[in-house]
T-cell receptor, first 116, second 114 residues
Framework: DTGVSQDPRHKITKRGQNVTFRCDPI?????LYWYRQTLGQGPEFLTY????????KSRLLSDRFSAERPKGSFSTLEIQRTEQGDSAMYLC??????????????FGPGTRLTVL | DQQVKQNSPSLSVQEGRISILNCDYT??????FLWYKKYPAEGPTFLIS?????DKNEDGRFTVFLNKSAKHLSLHIVPSQPGDSAVYFC?????????????FGQGTRLTINP
């Protein structure tokens, strides 16, 4: 295991369809984050898990979005009834919260979503 | 409300010279700062970080400087190499506890010319 992996890398869907993305973090990492990046912008925080508990959600995460991290390992991000404004790169990151207060986050390659 | 700003969308530097990328922030609660590098079709790659108790951190060709009073940080790359051409993001983390979610700037595209 050399890094964070995400699947699929690309997803094209029609407006109104549901999509689900998967993230596999670095195996010993207990924190997992989802971010969204649109063209010309930096990534924006969506939600965060400590082990299996979802501890924080951004106001960007509407009720059409849901994320899970069963058993504190991989995570899924589902978007229901997709809209064209959901088109973006969805990035997953993980980190290890241990004895050090500050922990860098390591990012996966992202899933690029295009909603037609 | 853009809490982290990178005011230069692009920067062009000759190979072998120093590249200086700048970043400003507004939130005094930020106490951990990171720089990431991003190639097209890839996720951001962690480069270097600094906590608010320091004013400089160095790792090989990369040095990050933090000026807390000015709420400004910069990344110096010396000497610049063609492989350094990428988009660079500055990020800040609010607080040493809690989620430590990252707040990113808009990015600066660095081009190293041979």
């Amino acid at each position: 295991d050399t890094g964070v992996s995400q699947d699929p890398r690309h997803k094209i869907t029609k407006r109104g369809q549901n999509v689900t993305f998967r993230c596999d973090p670095i195996s010993e990492h207990n924190r997992l984050y989802w971010y969204r990046q649109t063209l010309g912008q930096g990534p924006e925080f969506l939600t965060y898990f400590q082990n299996e508990a979802q501890l924080e959600k951004s106001r960007l995460l509407s009720d059409r979005f849901s994320a899970e991290r069963p058993k504190g390992s991989f995570s899924t991000l589902e978007i229901q009834r997709t809209e064209q404004g959901d088109s973006a790169m969805y990035l997953c990151a993980s980190s290890f919260r241990g004895s050090s207060v500050y922990n860098e986050q390591f990012f996966g390659p992202g899933t690029r979503l295009t909603v037609l | 409300d853009q809490q982290v700003k990178q005011n230069s969308p692009s920067l062009s530097v000759q190979e072998g010279r120093i590249s200086i990328l700048n970043c400003d922030y507004t939130n005094s609660m930020f106490d951990y700062f990171l720089w990431y590098k991003k190639y097209p079709a890839e996720g951001p790659t962690f480069l270097i970080s600094i906590s608010s108790i320091k004013d400089k951190n160095e790792d090989g060709r990369f040095t990050v400087f933090l000026n807390k009073s000015a709420k400004h940080l910069s990344l110096h790359i010396v000497p610049s190499q063609p492989g350094d051409s990428a988009v660079y993001f500055c990020a800040a983390s609010p607080g040493s506890s809690g989620a430590q979610k990252l707040v990113f700037g808009q990015g600066t595209r660095l081009t190293i010319n041979p």
